[in-house]
């Protein structure tokens, strides 16, 4: 495939494992921006060129379509993280073949991914824009700096040209399992606030707040749970958002994300955090509260799903009482039985995304070619799955795999609940690892599916387009 403009044609040629940027252009200096070796050919130029920022930054100045784009004024999107930087041409040609209902946000990684894999947010968005000329992809892509929890995360971000930044306050909320009292919540940082106590009871106690299925009595106690809860957390997305809005060269959009705490957001904490959050000046297009229990990485939803449309019917009525912002579901892949409710329970106002599924993809096909490698990467995954587990909410047992791989079909391993998610979340260390001659994994894992780059596409493209047929489809009615 080929992105086009009048006087310019780009590529990406693979030789083996080996990628190389190709360009063909009519103007004399129209390859004067990227670097490679030129030459001349009939009444025009050519170029090959490494896959290089400088070539990747060239590229977003001569094709439009490969800068990063708002998503707010799309109602459904979704997000595809790439771990390997190879997956994009498949989730791209995915999004295409659901036609333009849903937003596709192809540059997409949590800060903890980029950390985990030594990635830097220039080579998460190089990756992106190669891989969109490999697709032929002109129609448009968000890019998603994925759970900062720091202002340098967001420079980040910013330095590498993402336009959507999810702040993520989540290390600032309170255990309040014990109960709260009123001189806890007289310990917040109220001048940070901007507020007192004694106004913010003002504000709630006593209200009654409307969620569309039901009336919630908004009591004392619930209010000295909320400001214990999540005030300081407020502060912190302040202080996050600030940072972000005063850095930023470009506009950009802002999601605020709780969902990985421990904790359940209720409704009236929904309500409070964004009525702070409104309060002090922040706007956003994009929420993720902390929802029922049943969201684990790789698996369907294990939860309770009249109880999960419920929940989500409430966050999107209290989000409509706030001028209307996406309810944003993460760790959102592979749970195709809940897909058609979360779109008709938020009215298509959603935003999903997926991280470590696309990932997956690039194992079978690892499987499929180098067995030997899929095993250390097994050995290694399930080795620290137990000492991973603890950052995500995961309940595979690794005592119901196998630790010898003789005789096992490796494909139907993959594809089973407990092995995906000893995959899904040992994927940091197994990349980061070594096999038994001191080789790198990773660097053998992207050769391989370099390698077979056609068929990963193939993989990825179809796995993705699961996803994405249900948001394409819209809410039912509509
Ligand atoms: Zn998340």
Redesign the pocket.
């Known amino acids: 495939m080929t992105l086009r403009t009048d006087s310019l044609e780009a590529s990406i040629r693979y030789e083996g494992p080996t990628r190389s940027l190709q360009l063909t252009t009519t103007a004399a200096d129209g390859l004067a921006a990227f670097e490679g070796q030129a030459s001349a050919a009939g009444d025009g130029h050519v170029l090959t060129g490494p896959l290089s920022t400088a070539n990747a930054k060239a590229l977003q100045a001569a094709f439009p379509t490969l800068r990063p784009q708002l998503i707010g004024g799309h109602r459904t999107s979704v997000g595809t993280g790439d771990r390997t930087g190879l997956a994009t041409p498949g989730q791209a040609r995915a999004f295409g073949a659901q036609g333009s209902g849903v937003m596709p946000v192809l540059a997409q990684q949590?800060i903890r991914e980029m950390d985990r894999l030594g990635r830097t947010a220039q080579e998460v968005m190089d990756d992106t824009v190669f891989g969109l000329v490999e697709a032929g992809w002109d129609s448009g892509f968000g890019a998603d700096c994925?759970?900062i929890k720091t202002t340098e995360g967001i420079d980040r971000g910013l330095e590498a040209g993402f336009v959507m930044f999810t702040l993520?306050p989540g290390d600032m909320v309170a255990d309040v399992t014990g109960g709260v009292t009123e001189a806890d919540a007289e310990t917040l940082p109220w001048d940070q606030l901007e507020d007192t106590l004694e106004d913010a009871k003002k504000r709630y106690v006593g209200m009654t707040l409307d969620v569309g299925h039901s009336q919630v009595e908004v009591t004392e106690q619930d209010v000295l749970t909320a400001v214990v809860k999540y005030g300081r957390a407020v502060v912190e997305s302040m202080c996050l958002y600030r940072h972000a809005t005063e850095n930023a060269t470009q506009e950009i959009e802002i999601e605020f994300?709780v969902?990985?705490t421990k904790w359940l957001t209720t409704f009236f904490e929904h309500y409070y955090l964004a009525s702070e959050l409104t309060r002090l000046g922040a706007s956003w297009f994009s929420f993720?509260p902390r929802y029922v229990d049943g969201f684990e990485k790789g698996l369907d939803f294990l939860g309770d799903t009249e109880e999960l449309r419920l929940n989500l019917e409430a966050h999107h009525a209290i989000s409509e009482q706030f001028g209307g912002y996406k309810i944003s579901l993460?760790?959102g892949s592979d749970k195709f039985s809940i897909y058609p409710l979360c779109v008709e329970a938020t009215q298509g106002l959603v935003h999903l995304?997926t991280s470590g599924t696309s990932y997956l993809c690039g194992v079978e096909v690892v499987a499929a070619h180098d067995p030997e490698l899929f095993a250390s990467i097994w050995d290694i995954s399930r080795a620290s799955y137990v000492k991973a587990r603890a950052s995500y909410q995961v309940s595979a047992h690794e005592d119901r795999t196998p630790t010898s791989l003789a005789g096992v079909d490796l494909v139907d391993l993959i594809r089973s609940a407990d092995a995906r998610q000893i995959l899904h979340v040992g994927y940091g260390d197994s990349l980061g690892g070594t096999d038994a001659s001191g080789a790198s994994i990773h660097d053998r894992f992207l050769a391989v599916v370099a390698a077979h780059q056609a068929e990963h596409t193939d993989v990825v493209a179809a796995h993705i387009g699961q996803h994405l047929a249900p948001f394409a489809a819209g809410p039912a009615g509509h």
């Open positions: 949590s994925d759970h993520d994300a969902d990985e993720a993460h760790s995304k």
